[in-house]
């Protein structure tokens, strides 16, 4: 049985600045949110309209892997989903990032010093993709960040650490990340006691 595997990528309709300032995600609403599921091995976008719709493959899965996801990405899509996604396996990157370094690292930064390529784009790029009814320039660059975000993750995995560019040099963060438990296999444990 494979695992049912997620990462998470997604844009927003307004900056930060539109909204009042950091701290108020949940108001950013989404433009699109790109995934990948490692079970299918399959790309795909959501539209807001369908917040639903990935709510209930993300309920189903046994890890959702992103950079930056719990203090953002999860803040964003909150407002349109009737659960706690906080109680949803999780593993963000950003977090080991921060834990080694003490600070935080740019996601372009790590994919370049670990993939030997960056970003597509930029977020204020995206946000003007949505205003001009860009949608297929929308969900590329989106879903190239969740390309480099799982290329990173995979890096990571069988690695045991990803690099990023601390200026003009390159250095590594260790990370110590393991395949999640499937959801299905606790729920039968669970059942034979």
């Not at 996801?69 to 990032?97: R, S, T």
């Not at 949505?130 to 995995?157: A, P």
């Amino acid at each position: 049985m494979s695992l049912k595997k997620i990462v998470l990528d997604l844009e927003t309709q307004y900056l930060f600045s539109e909204v009042g300032g950091r701290g108020k995600n949940h108001l950013l609403k989404v433009s699109t949110c790109g995934i990948y599921e490692y079970e299918n091995d399959k790309f795909s976008t959501y539209a807001e309209n369908e917040m639903h719709k990935l709510g209930e493959l993300l309920q189903n899965a046994d890890q959702i892997i992103g950079f930056n996801i719990k203090d953002f990405d999860f803040e964003v899509l909150q407002p349109y989903l009737n659960f706690n996604i906080h109680d949803l396996p999780f593993l963000d990157i950003i977090q080991d990032v921060h834990k080694h370094l003490g600070r935080r690292v740019s996601l372009d930064s790590i994919a370049q010093a670990t993939l030997g390529a960056g970003k597509s784009g930029s977020g204020k790029e995206a946000i003007l993709y949505w205003r001009n009814g860009r949608h297929d320039l929308l969900k590329k660059y989106c879903l190239d960040d969740v390309r480099i975000t799982r290329d990173v993750y995979q890096y990571g995995m069988y690695n045991q650490k990803i690099l990023y560019k601390d200026f003009f040099e390159i250095k590594e963060i260790p990370v110590i990340w393991q395949e999640p438990q499937p959801k299905v296999a606790v729920q039968k444990q669970v059942a034979l006691f």
